[in-house]
């Protein structure tokens, strides 16, 4: 911010319980954050179902968390109002406070929901799993060990079936997941969109919640210890491309 660093110090820490007190009248235990990405931009492809969304955030609640709901540029007008889901997208802050808040939900979250999205990143870096919600374009996936992958699923009309995972790292459809994302281009070359499975996206959640529980979070865990810790009870397959694909 500025010429002034934003990172959780205790003094911005305490600026963002202010905020939440303030304008939502408590500071949840456990919570987790959450970016739905919006924008009509040239990406739009990138963009989020608010419907498999809302579905995630009924599960979050339905487990017991809270929602924060972040992003400065996110419309989150199809998501259902609920007293333990918080929109910090609205509220009248100054940059400093946004970003405070923001610093805070990101680094304090026990995991987090985001679309690609730049406001998906950051929570990584305080070693928050995130579960990469509706992701597109899958070969160009990011994340960290502890991430979960949960594609858009790209229908093909001459095939007559929707791609598997090793066809979207696969060169010979890379018309499939177009550099520059252009909705006309896509579907000229035969493919169409769908958000991912709902029972994934339940399967998901569910393991996220466990995994939480029983490795713990943080970044001090080695990845090939979590990795072989992990492949000792599942199957190889969700890990090949580095991240757990669902």
Sequence with gaps: ????????????????????????????????????RTLKDAETLRNA???????????????????????????????KKSKNVFNTTNLPLSQYQQECLQIY????????????????NPPGTFGVPTIWLDYFPVRHSRGLVKDHI??????????????????????????????HEDPLHFKENGYKLYSCKED????????????????????????DDFLVSELNKNEFTPYKYGRKFY
Aim: with cysteine; net charge positive.
């Design 105 to 120: 939900i990101w680094s304090h979250s026990r995991f987090f929901i985001g679309s690609n999205s730049g406001g998906t």
């Design 150 to 179: 949960l594609p858009k699923r790209i229908y093909s009309n001459k095939l007559g079936r929707f791609l598997n995972l090793d066809e979207l790292f696969d060169e010979s459809y890379l018309q499939a997941q177009p550099m």
């Design 200 to 223: 994934n996206l339940e399967k998901s959640i569910k393991d996220m919640i466990y995994e939480l529980k029983y490795f713990g979070q943080g970044v001090n865990q080695e990845k």
């Design 1 to 36: 911010y500025g010429k002034q660093i934003i990172w959780p110090f205790s003094y911005q820490i305490n600026t963002a319980k202010e905020i939440i007190l303030k304008y939502f009248g408590e500071i949840p235990s456990s919570f987790v954050g959450v970016h739905m």
């Design 49 to 79: 179902n608010p419907f498999i969304f809302q579905k995630a955030i009924d599960l979050v609640s339905k487990a017991g968390f809270s929602c924060f709901l972040v992003g400065q540029n996110s419309n989150y007008s199809g998501i």
